[in-house]
């Protein structure tokens, strides 16, 4: 199995050219199974973890999660990217903290984005932002981790859809020390594209939604270099799980047990665990 440092240095090696999936798992099963697939690298989700554990997304405690990314990372042999919300703090000095415990973990790369608990002000001020990352920044160097950071700027999906800040923000991370940058909420070929050429030669994520009319071919063709899913695989199977439970609920059937994956081919995947 590839050491934690292979891990980060192959993670930064796929972010060099190219364009690559990143699809995000909630469990070690589901991680298994798509590096399983030939995935090059996963990412966790932090809705799809939240869901599963029974909470709302942005309210499991950090001790749980660095618990769930230590288990992810641990699951496979290839790079984990973990969604690392906000840093599980405001002040810029406690998220370097908790970042180092994130880098503890074995983790490949972090994100952390601008939005705050305040719905009046769903992002953090820009500076106090801008500092944030640059904490997160110096606090992996100390660590002597090499792992990759991404910065989140979250104003498409927290009612700010506004692109000219977004760049502003994404451009400012790039110089506090990210090494890829992500605005989730961007659909269109114009705003995808215009992100990519402003924070040239930083790496762009995409977060691949129904609303993002764009195949993976066109979006590597755009110059986006990483494309996750965010809570998207999650919620299909929230989706099969409760239309399938409302069925046997509300009709007394359950047509849709039909057509599923065989318990047996599930079986012979899996049996191949080490140890």
């Known amino acids: 199995m590839p050491s934690v440092a292979d891990k980060r240095r192959t993670f930064r090696m796929i972010h060099e050219r190219g364009c690559f999936v990143l699809p ?12 399983g697939l030939g995935f090059k690298a996963l990412a966790t ?9 029974g909470y709302a997304d942005g309210e499991v405690p950090l001790d749980l999660v660095l618990v769930h990314l230590r288990e992810i990372a641990e699951a496979v ?19 370097a903290d ?13 994100s952390i984005e601008d939005a705050s608990v305040d719905s009046a002000e769903p992002l953090f001020p820009f500076d106090l932002a801008v500092a944030r990352i640059r904490a997160a920044r110096s606090a992996i ?21 506004d692109l000219h800040e977004t760049i502003r923000r994404l451009t400012a991370f790039a ?24 924070v040239a030669p930083t790496p ?12 993976v071919p066109e979006l590597g063709d755009l110059g986006v270099r990483r494309l996750s899913t965010g809570g998207g695989l999650a ?10 439970a409302r069925e046997l609920l509300e009709a007394g059937t359950f047509t849709r047990f039909a057509g599923t994956l065989p318990k047996a081919e599930l079986n012979r995947f899996f049996s191949s665990r080490p140890g």
């Open 45 to 53: 989700t932090s809705a799809g973890f939240a869901h599963a554990q």
């Open 141 to 161: 160097d100390q660590a002597g981790g090499d792992v990759l950071l991404t910065a989140r700027s979250e104003g498409f999906i927290r009612g700010r859809p």
């Open 175 to 198: 110089g506090a020390g990210a090494d890829c940058v992500y605005a989730p909420g961007l659909t269109t070929r114009d705003e995808i594209s215009a992100v990519v050429r402003a």
């Open 204 to 215: 762009v994520n995409v977060l691949l939604t129904a609303a993002v009319r764009l195949t």
């Open 98 to 110: 908790h970042v180092r415990l994130c880098v503890g973990t074995g983790i490949a790369g972090l």
């Open 77 to 95: 042999d290839v790079p984990v990217n973990a969604d690392f919300e906000g840093g599980y703090a405001t002040a810029p000095a406690d998220v």
């Open 24 to 35: 995000n798992p909630w469990n070690a099963g589901g991680a298994r199974y798509l590096a």
């Open 235 to 244: 919620r299909v199977a929230w989706t099969a799980f409760a239309d399938s």
